[in-house]
C-alpha cells in the first residue's frame, strides 16, 4: 500500500513537445506528492509538488495535474528542450510515516534537439 | 546546490568491511533522511533522524545503522559489506520532521564493493 505506480520508464520526445509522465498510488493517507529531476551523478532536485486538495500546479514549464478520485497524478513539461533530458521521480508521503517519502521507479526522459 | 552536503563522493572497498557515510543537513534544517539507490530496487527510505533522534526506520539492513550528532550532521554506518550494498547513498534534509515537506538532497556517496 505504500508503492507509487511510475509510468513510462522511458520517454524520448522532440525539442517543444510536452513529455507526460504519470504516477499512480494506493495509500490514501499520502498528503503531498513532490516530483524530483536527476540528472547522472547528481543527488534528486526537488522541482514541484502538490498537496492533494489541489487539482493542479504550474511552476514555470512544468505544471503537475492531481485526481484524487483516481488516485493518480502526473507532471507535464511544456515547451520542452534538451537541457530537460534527465531521469524523473514521482514520490508521496505520509506524516504518520515521519514524512519518509516513497518514490516511483523513475522516468528517463530525452529531448531531442 | 541544495546545501546539504556529503563526503566521500565515492568509497570502493572490499567486501565484509566497514564504512563511514557523512552528511550535513541544510542550515537550520534539523531532520535528515538517508536514501538508497540502486539498479534494481531504485530509491528507498533507510532512516529518518530529527534533532538527534531516530524517527522512521525503513528497510534498512541490520549491518546498517546511523546516528545524528548535536551539530546535527548525521553519518550512516555500513558493515559486513556484501556486493549487493553497491550503491548510491543519498541524504537529505528537511525543516522539522514532522509538518516538514520538502525534502532536500545530497549529491551522494557512490559506494562500490569489490
Known amino acids: 500500500q505504500q508503492q507509487v505506480k511510475q509510468s513510462p520508464q522511458s520517454l524520448i520526445v522532440q525539442k517543444g513537445g510536452i513529455p507526460i509522465i504519470n504516477c499512480a498510488y494506493e495509500n490514501t493517507a499520502f498528503d503531498y506528492f513532490p516530483w524530483y529531476q536527476q540528472f547522472p551523478g547528481k543527488g534528486p532536485a526537488l522541482l514541484i509538488a502538490?498537496?492533494?486538495?489541489?487539482s493542479e500546479k504550474k511552476e514555470g514549464r512544468f505544471t503537475i495535474s492531481f485526481n484524487k478520485s483516481a488516485k493518480q497524478f502526473s507532471l507535464h513539461i511544456m515547451d520542452s528542450q534538451p537541457g530537460d533530458s534527465a531521469t524523473y521521480f514521482c514520490?508521496?508521503?505520509?506524516?504518520?510515516?515521519?514524512?519518509?517519502?516513497?518514490f516511483g521507479e523513475g522516468t528517463q526522459l530525452t529531448v531531442n534537439p | 546546490d541544495s546545501g546539504v552536503t556529503q563526503t566521500p563522493k565515492h568509497l570502493i572497498t572490499a567486501t565484509g568491511q566497514r564504512v563511514t557515510l557523512r552528511c550535513s543537513p541544510r542550515s537550520g534544517d534539523l531532520s535528515v533522511y538517508w536514501y538508497q539507490q540502486s539498479l534494481d530496487q531504485g530509491l528507498q527510505f533507510l532512516i529518518q533522524y530529527y534533532n538527534g533522534e531516530e524517527r522512521a526506520k525503513g528497510n534498512i539492513l541490520e549491518r546498517f545503522s546511523a546516528q545524528q550528532f548535536p551539530d546535527l550532521h548525521s553519518e550512516l554506518n555500513l558493515s559486513s559489506l556484501e556486493l549487493g550494498d553497491s550503491a548510491l547513498y543519498f541524504c537529505a534534509s528537511s525543516v522539522t520532521g514532522w509538518n516538514s515537506y520538502e525534502q532536500y538532497f545530497g549529491p551522494g556517496t557512490r559506494l562500490t564493493v569489490t
Open positions: 502538490i498537496r492533494p486538495d489541489v
Open positions: 514520490a508521496a508521503r505520509t506524516e504518520t510515516s515521519g514524512s519518509r517519502l516513497t
